[in-house]
């Protein structure tokens, strides 16, 4: 079993920064992807930034040149640098890590959530 704990979110200006943490922690012996999904209230969860083992980044196109991911595997941690932060980026942030459990399949686990607040 994995655990996964957010921490980092809060209330921010718009144009401020913030960085979200997420700490994996449990039977891991390696982690595949891991990524930064948000959930805005009234909409679906979204895909905001993820990274593989191998350093390999992905975003979504709202948050590109703003955000950066990134993790320590030596650790099983995994952060968001939030840069130049706008209202729309008020969601409940939530941590994401996929682990190997046989060759061709994966779980996948979530964070608690931590809410990010962007006031105008």
């Known amino acids: 079993q994995v655990q996964l704990v957010e921490s980092g979110g809060g209330l921010v200006q718009a144009g401020g920064s913030l960085r979200l943490s997420c700490a994996a922690s449990?039977?891991?012996?390696?982690?595949?992807?891991m990524g930064w999904y948000r959930q805005a209230p009234g909409k679906q969860r979204e895909l905001v930034a993820t990274?593989?083992?191998?350093?390999?980044?992905n975003y979504v196109d709202s948050v590109k040149g703003r955000f950066t991911i990134s993790r320590d595997n030596a650790k099983n941690w995994v952060y968001l640098q939030m840069n130049s932060l706008k209202p729309e980026d008020t969601a409940v942030y939530y941590c994401?890590?996929?682990?190997?459990?046989?060759?061709?399949?994966?779980?996948?686990?979530w964070g608690q959530g931590t809410q990010v607040t962007v006031s105008s």
């Open positions: 994401n890590a996929n682990v190997p459990i046989s060759p061709l399949r994966e779980s996948t686990y």
């Open positions: 449990g039977s891991i012996f390696r982690i595949n992807t």
């Open positions: 990274i593989t083992s191998g350093g390999f980044t």
